[in-house]
């Protein structure tokens, strides 16, 4: 997925229309300027010729230089906003299992159906708000409001950094979290049916002990796969979360370079973030045959 993701960011910047040396300069730039970019982004060959250049130059680890960067190195830039970015979907995952988990848990095990109801009505009322405008409302509840976190910017570095991500991390939960529960809720309600759970009330275990011995692990396998599933997910709406709370990740790295056409930057992005998402769904894969040895080869 990784290749394929390299083979769309070449072909997908240089369908943009219009000269991408005049689009970086502006309109004004001069005749020999516009040629050297050109040489630079190597727009003076072949497209085949671009593509080979591009590929080698990303398995010799050489992902080029940012063309309005100062010359900056887009691995160096990749490197300074990629923790931002990875903080918030880390801290995003911790909430949403954190929360989500116990909720989807008491709605299936509750036996009043009108706390059932009500969690699986904010479930969907939460996923269906995006994710800027949750944003908007915890920055005018919890920065302006109620002056507990900072409505933006970004640390001087951990633990500071903690106060700053809260917000970020809590926007993007909005699209996690209602899956998490969700996904907790059907799991456990599908267990309860189970033989082995009939068989443990009948040797009297309570039903605290069975929720939290039989039902809770088998309702987490399912949790794991939906994590895997939606990292890329995440890392996108990071982008939208970075973009509202003014973060310096590879969100807001990646929009201004799209907007100066900043051909190195964008493709460097698109295959980092590929490659995270293929490295996390990799441990996902290895983390599911751990706890399930089900999954596991004989």
Known sequence: SAVAVMVVAFFLVRLVPGDPATGILGARATPEAAAALRAQ?????????????????????????????????????????????????????????????????????????????????????????????????????????????????????????????????????????????????????????QQFIEAAIARGLSERRVAWRHVLPNSLLPVITLIGINLGALITGAVVVEAVFGLPGIGSELVDAVGVRDYPVIQGIAIVSALCVVVANLVTDALYVFVDPRTRRP
Do not use: C
């Open 41 to 193: 982004l190597h727009l003076n060959h072949s497209l085949p010729e671009q593509f080979w250049l591009y590929i080698s130059g990303v398995f010799r680890g050489d992902l080029g230089h940012s063309v309005v960067g100062q010359g900056q190195s887009v691995v160096d830039i990749i490197a300074t906003a990629l923790p931002t970015t990875l903080s918030i979907v880390a801290v995003t995952l911790i909430f949403s299992i954190a929360f989500g988990v116990p909720i989807g848990l008491f709605a299936a095990l509750s036996k009043r159906r009108g706390f059932d109801l009500t969690v699986r009505t904010l479930a969907v009322v939460l996923l269906a708000t995006p994710t800027f405008f949750l944003g908007l409302l915890l920055t005018l509840a919890f920065a302006l409001k109620i002056p507990l976190f900072p409505a933006g910017g970004w640390g001087h570095g951990w633990p500071d950094d903690g106060r700053y991500v809260v917000l970020p991390a809590l926007a993007l939960s909005g699209y996690l979290l209602p899956l998490v529960v969700r996904t907790v809720r059907q799991a456990a309600v599908g267990v309860m049916g």
